[in-house]
């Protein structure tokens, strides 16, 4: 029984983020939604996850209404489509901070309550794109292989401390991320997987549930429900 347990979720007015959420509240979990929009949780805070101070007051406010958090997932994110070449200062630092800064805000956030409690569960949302690379979009694969150096790394120095951190690595998913025309639902590279398809998002909030969960035998582990793109 779950009863009780506080999950933050970023990125949660939509896709992966949104999925998680629905999920972790049918395992009794309460939710606390972080994101640019309103979603559909216990507790819907919006926030931009590359605003540290704004992050930080979200989660204490998350603290005081609904208790001390036992799970966050990072899920806020966003895809853009440039050729290198042409990929800005300001792109290349937004993407950064919102995937990778977001990630690490959400972590900031949070870590010194689990410290306290002395336990707890991360699951950061990176991308197949961060194991295997990615041509127009190499400002988001680099991102995104920043997000699992940073997992792995605070896996270690979370550990002994009792708090799991781990990643999901989502190949192409069917959320909005992917919009109409999106290389990725080209039914001639859905033909080159393995799976023929798209991943599922109720995959990915699956394997995010059983990371948590399980969590007493994964760490800095990255699990990729990716329909055969990566073996
Ligand atoms: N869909 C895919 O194919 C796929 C594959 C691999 C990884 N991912 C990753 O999964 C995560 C979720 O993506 P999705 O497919 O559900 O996309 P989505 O567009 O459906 O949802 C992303 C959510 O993040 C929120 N968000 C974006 N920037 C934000 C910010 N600065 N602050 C707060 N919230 C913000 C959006 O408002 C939206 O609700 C992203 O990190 C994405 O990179 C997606």
Not at 6 to 21: H, P
Not at 107 to 136: T, W
Not at 203 to 223: K, M, N, Q, S, Y
Request: hydrophobic letters at 45%; glycine letters at 10%; charged letters at 20%.
């Amino acid at each position: 029984m779950t009863d009780g347990r506080v999950a933050v979720v970023t990125g949660a007015a939509s896709g992966i983020g949104a999925t998680c959420s629905r999920r972790l509240a049918g395992r009794e979990w309460r939710v606390a939604g972080l994101d640019l929009n309103p979603s559909h949780t216990d507790l819907s805070m919006t926030v931009d996850v590359a605003d540290r101070d704004a992050v930080a007051a979200a989660v204490d406010e998350i603290q005081a209404q609904l208790g001390t958090v036992d799970l966050l997932v990072t899920a806020a994110g966003y895809d853009e489509r440039i050729p290198v070449g042409e990929i800005s200062r300001q792109s290349w630092d937004r993407i950064l901070g919102v995937l990778l800064g977001g990630t690490v805000n959400a972590c900031a956030a949070v870590l010194p309550h689990m410290r306290r409690q002395g336990s707890g569960s991360i699951v950061a949302i990176s991308s197949e794109l961060g194991l295997a690379g990615s041509e127009d979009n190499v400002h988001y694969a680099t991102a995104k292989g920043a997000v699992i150096g940073f997992v792995k790394a605070l896996a270690l120095e979370c550990a002994a401390d009792g708090i799991a951190v781990n990643s999901v690595a989502p190949g192409p998913t069917d959320t909005p991320l992917l919009e109409d025309g999106s290389p990725w639902r080209d039914p001639a590279y859905l033909a080159t997987l393995p799976l023929r398809r798209l991943v599922h998002p109720d995959e990915i909030a699956a394997t995010v549930e059983f990371l948590a969960e399980e969590r007493h035998f994964f760490c800095g582990e990255v699990l990729s429900p990716n329909a055969g793109a990566v073996i």
